[in-house]
């Protein structure tokens, strides 16, 4: 699986902003789908992650019901939207992808910035 994440930008804070990312191969529908993100100078931390079934999400606690994560597999597209952004969200946003039942998020892409000006 090939990831590519798009659609970061710069917004102010209050703003909102949505990320996509692509995905490549034929069996997208197997895979679960998850966000990353990493801030300059600090660890890479999970932010969102969607089933491959799409039945569940899960957030990270900072998200406190800001962020939707979404999948559309007719397009082989994950999506991050995220509202009511703080200027500590800046950070490169990435997408990752791992195969149903397996733990490890084996694929990358590369990331997209997002910067929250205050």
């Known amino acids: 699986v090939q990831l590519q994440a798009s659609g970061g930008g710069l917004v102010q804070a209050g703003g909102s902003l949505g990320l996509s990312c692509a995905a490549s191969?034929?069996?997208?529908?197997?895979?679960?789908m998850g966000w990353f993100r990493q801030a300059q100078g600090k660890e890479r931390e999970f932010v969102a992650a969607?089933?491959?079934?799409?039945?569940?999400?899960y957030y990270a606690d900072f998200v406190e019901g800001r962020f939707t994560i979404s999948r559309d597999d007719a397009k082989n597209m994950v999506y991050l939207r995220m509202n009511s952004l703080k200027p500590e969200d800046t950070a490169v946003y990435s997408c990752?992808?791992?195969?149903?039942?397996?733990?490890?998020?084996?694929?990358w892409g590369q990331g997209t910035q997002v910067t929250v000006s205050s």
């Open positions: 990752a992808a791992k195969y149903r039942g397996r733990q490890n998020w084996a694929y």
């Open positions: 969607i089933t491959w079934s799409g039945g569940s999400t």
């Open positions: 191969g034929r069996t997208f529908s197997s895979y679960g």
